[in-house]
Every structure is written in C-alpha cells, then in structure tokens.
C-alpha cells in the first residue's frame, strides 16, 4: 500500500504522534507525513478533527481516524502483519488498561514534575514513581511487553523510554532510577535499540530545547494542572 493511501498528521514532538509512526513502520506501511503545527492549527487538521482539533490523524483511504490509541487498533486491524495485539481477549484488555493507567497517571505526573516547584514537585514525582513501580511488575522477566516482540503496549508505552529522561533533564529529577526500576530501564534498552524505533526518534537536542521552552511557558499556570495527578 502506497504512500498516497495512508498520511499522518504529526507533531514532532508528540508521543501520541510517535507511536502511530511506530506502529505504521513496524507493519512495514508507507505512509505520508504532514507535520503540524500545534499552536497556530492548520485549517487541513481542524477540517479532519474537529471535535478536538488535535494531532495525530491518521487518514486512510480519505477517511480520518481520530486518537493515537484509536488508530493503534485500527492499524493491527487492516494491516494484519506483525500483529500487535495479543490474540486471547484477556491479554487485549490487560494491554489497554495499562496503556490507559500510563497515559492518565504517569504522563500528566511527569510533566507536572518538570514544570512544578516546591512540595508540588514532590507531589508529582511520588505519583509518578509509584505508576512506574505498578510498571515496573508488568515488565518483569520479559524483553518486551509483548513477550519477545515489541507489541501493542510497548508502543503505547514507548514514550516512556524517550520522553521522561528528557523531562528528567529539564526538571532537573529522576523518575527512573535504574537501582529501583531494574526491569523498565532494560526493557528502555530493549525497545530504543529495536531498529525500527531506533531509526524513528525526534533528535534528542531539540527535545530538550523545546521542553525547557514549554516548561518557561507553563510553569506560571502549572497549578491548572494539578487536578490531574
């Protein structure tokens, strides 16, 4: 299937992007990337996703596909090579609650702790320790979530590997301690190495770059976002 079949609107550093990416090159489709700006939204991606006018959209036969998690299951469901999702139903909705548990917990917890100060900072980071220690027992005795294959969870969670080291380096704080999360820093090793992942990483420089910016930008509001943890 072509290029011409299949785009995807991105931002470069969106961990909801990467993971679309990820999965698209993992079932070996070409695809079109439109990258996007997110902060002055283009009238191409408010026409495709109107409800929440946000990236990634995946477009597929001139149909919009709406959220990352969404289009994950949509990609393992008509690209049937190198499955995904595990086969048994159980496995299936043992992946999608960790993704979800991921996402609502974790992600929201790290980045407050890079933007927050004081005792809010700590807030945030015990919160996200302890999503990282529930992780941390998924992990366990395996290469990847998905056994001895990078698997559903392991896209989902994949931002994990690239994402929190950089909000520890502009928060100037450490989730991922390697003495107490042994199992996660190797499964990092495993999934940033895997050739597919490797070769699809936003450069790291401007990763820190662009968060010391957003941390500038969000820091004074950061208050707004501590429903959240």
């Given at each position: 299937?072509?290029?011409?079949?299949?785009?995807?609107?991105?931002?470069?550093?969106?961990?909801?992007?990467?993971?679309?990416?990820?999965?698209?090159?993992?079932k070996g489709v070409d695809y079109e990337?439109?990258?996007?700006?997110?902060?002055?939204?283009?009238?191409?991606?408010?026409?495709?996703?109107?409800?929440?006018?946000?990236?990634?959209?995946?477009?597929?036969?001139?149909?919009?596909?709406?959220?990352?998690?969404?289009?994950?299951?949509?990609?393992?469901?008509?690209?049937?090579?190198?499955?995904?999702?595990?086969?048994?139903?159980?496995?299936?909705?043992?992946?999608?609650?960790?993704?979800?548990?991921?996402?609502?917990?974790?992600?929201?917890?790290?980045?407050?702790?890079?933007?927050?100060?004081?005792?809010?900072?700590?807030?945030?980071?015990?919160?996200?320790?302890?999503?990282?220690?529930?992780?941390?027992?998924?992990?366990?005795?395996?290469?990847?979530?998905?056994?001895?294959?990078?698997?559903?969870?392991?896209?989902?969670?994949?931002?994990?590997?690239?994402?929190?080291?950089?909000?520890?380096?502009?928060?100037?704080?450490?989730?991922?301690?390697?003495?107490?999360?042994?199992?996660?820093?190797?499964?990092?090793?495993?999934?940033?190495?895997?050739?597919?992942?490797?070769?699809?990483?936003?450069?790291?420089?401007?990763?820190?770059?662009?968060?010391?910016?957003?941390?500038?930008?969000?820091?004074?509001?950061?208050?707004?976002?501590?429903?959240?943890?």
């Amino acid at each position: 299937m072509g290029s011409e079949d299949v785009k995807v609107l991105c931002f470069w550093a969106s961990p909801f992007s990467i993971r679309v990416e990820w999965a698209l090159k993992l079932k070996g489709v070409d695809y079109e990337y439109i990258e996007q700006d997110v902060f002055n939204k283009s009238t191409l991606l408010l026409e495709l996703n109107p409800i929440h006018k946000k990236v990634p959209v995946l477009v597929h036969a001139s149909k919009p596909i709406l959220e990352s998690f969404v289009i994950l299951e949509y990609i393992d469901e008509t690209w049937k090579q190198h499955p995904l999702l595990p086969q048994d139903p159980y496995q299936r909705a043992h992946d999608r609650f960790w993704a979800n548990f991921a996402e609502n917990k974790l992600l929201y917890a790290s980045f407050i702790a890079m933007v927050a100060t004081g005792d809010d900072t700590e807030k945030a980071l015990n919160v996200a320790r302890d999503s990282v220690e529930k992780i941390e027992q998924e992990i366990k005795g395996k290469k990847f979530f998905g056994g001895d294959n990078i698997g559903y969870l392991d896209i989902a969670l994949g931002w994990i590997s690239y994402w929190i080291p950089v909000y520890e380096e502009v928060g100037s704080m450490q989730i991922l301690d390697p003495l107490r999360f042994p199992a996660i820093n190797a499964w990092m090793t495993n999934f940033l190495n895997h050739p597919v992942i490797k070769d699809r990483l936003p450069p790291r420089d401007d990763m820190v770059a662009y968060f010391h910016t957003r941390k500038k930008i969000v820091s004074p509001t950061y208050h707004d976002l501590m429903k959240y943890l």
